[in-house]
């Protein structure tokens, strides 16, 4: 009878897993096609269409970018011509003493995840980080915003297609440590650590769980795939509410193949409007990819649950990606809930976005490991330099506000 039982315990466990398994590598396998490469041209830039607000700061200039063309910045190994910037003894970049900017809080970051039967990343590791883009190809890096190019997305794609059999490389280099360590560089006093949940699968929150253990300046949202909602998704969030004291949850529209007004999606913000949890939303897209996905995470789809719940608070990570116009907009009207971050922007755009929405919800966030800190820093900087009365709550003081921190 033991023995039976046993058995069949064996066979449900085995049976979940494999649901795990299968439930991750599809979502990850779904979201990695999305990045295939397109003929046709990349999405432009959607923006330029709204009126400053009456609340702009009336120092930002639009063009103050033109006055670094003759430093001819096209990769991020020049960062020592900044102003900000200085090498060192290792030869790597730190944020200058005299830059003017305090303790940065970095609303929005990632390590390294893994799916299914690969391996999960060793957080303690400390080695060479590669990030998602590459900032050394030949680019106007400072003043627009190429990535992914075609061939990041493409290796991308083929990375998501296997992340749930075997971990990539880079993702193994995208450690707790290695973001530690660059804070360390940067003068980072927190990082936000956002976690995503695919189907059957909360692995990669739990990895997140225990990096933010290691390093106290890490602060760990949580996630749930809210799919089929019921109990056991309940009893998740209550989870990692008691015992990790998350603040909020992260939702990704595409990566979680759910749009902001399904209905199970509208069940999970609903419990987050009672008890109080905040919603760190991905928002827009980059253009490459296919249009039932660019069609989960357009902005106007945001509309519906925020005006379904009058007390929920949300982040509109990106402000858009490529869709800041649209993501301005539905922002505006609910300005009293939403909170933007700017992290994957470019300068003229953060600008932009600096001078059309309330500046105490507008945040820092770099987007580690897509991009390296320096690159989203030197970028706020450029964007605020004819502004810098804006650096404190934009750096850190609205992130301190969101979240309660002393």
């Not at 599809?26 to 999305?34: C, D, E, F, N, R």
């Not at 006093?189 to 290691?214: G, N, Y």
């Not at 949202?221 to 015992?243: D, F, H, N, S």
């Not at 069609?295 to 869709?323: D, I, Q, Y």
Request: proline share 6%.
């Amino acid at each position: 009878m033991s023995n039976d039982t046993g058995t069949a315990k064996k066979r449900r466990i085995s049976r979940r897993k494999w649901l795990a398994i299968c439930g991750g590598g599809l979502a990850m396998g779904v979201a990695g096609a999305a990045l295939v490469p397109r003929k046709k041209p990349d999405l432009p830039l959607s923006i330029g269409k709204l009126q400053a607000g009456a609340e702009a700061p009336a120092t930002c200039r639009n063009d103050w970018w033109t006055d670094l063309d003759d430093l001819g910045i096209r990769h991020m190994s020049q960062f020592d011509r900044l102003p900000w910037f200085e090498k060192d003894d290792s030869g790597q970049f730190r944020l200058r003493a005299d830059a003017g900017v305090d303790a940065i809080i970095d609303t929005h970051s990632h390590v390294g995840w893994a799916f299914g039967l690969a391996k999960s990343v060793d957080m303690t590791r400390t080695c060479k980080v590669e990030y998602f883009y590459d900032f050394e190809r030949e680019q106007d890096l400072l003043c627009t915003q190429i990535h992914p190019t075609p061939d990041e997305a493409a290796r991308m794609r083929n990375d998501d297609l296997a992340v749930f059999l075997k971990t990539p490389h880079i993702n193994r280099t995208q450690t707790a440590a290695n973001l530690a360590a660059e804070m360390d560089r940067m003068n980072f006093r927190s990082a936000v650590l956002l976690p995503i949940a695919v189907p059957f699968h909360e692995r990669h929150a739990r990895d997140t769980f225990d990096a933010s253990s290691m390093d106290k300046r890490f602060i760990a949202l949580g996630a749930v795939y809210p799919k089929p909602w019921g109990p056991r998704k309940i009893a998740e969030i209550e989870r990692q509410v008691k015992i990790h004291g998350i603040k909020g949850i992260k939702y990704h529209p595409v990566f979680q193949l759910l749009a902001p007004d399904d209905p199970d999606m509208m069940r999970l913000f609903e419990w987050c409007e009672a008890h109080g949890l905040l919603v760190y939303a991905h928002t827009g897209y980059t253009g490459r990819e296919p249009r039932f996905m660019k069609e989960k995470s357009e902005p106007r789809r945001f509309e519906k649950p925020l005006e379904a719940f009058p007390n929920l608070r949300m982040v509109f990570a990106h402000t858009g990606v490529r869709r800041v116009d649209e993501a301005l907009s539905v922002a505006r009207k609910f300005d009293d809930r939403v909170w933007l971050d700017i992290s994957g922007q470019a300068a003229p755009a953060i600008a932009y976005i600096l001078r059309r929405y309330d500046t105490a919800k507008i945040m820092f966030g770099s987007d580690w490991p897509f991009y390296p800190l320096s690159v989203m820093v030197a970028r706020s900087l450029v964007a605020t330099e004819s502004c810098p009365s804006l650096r404190e709550r934009f750096f850190s003081g609205n992130a301190k506000a969101l979240l309660g921190l002393a």
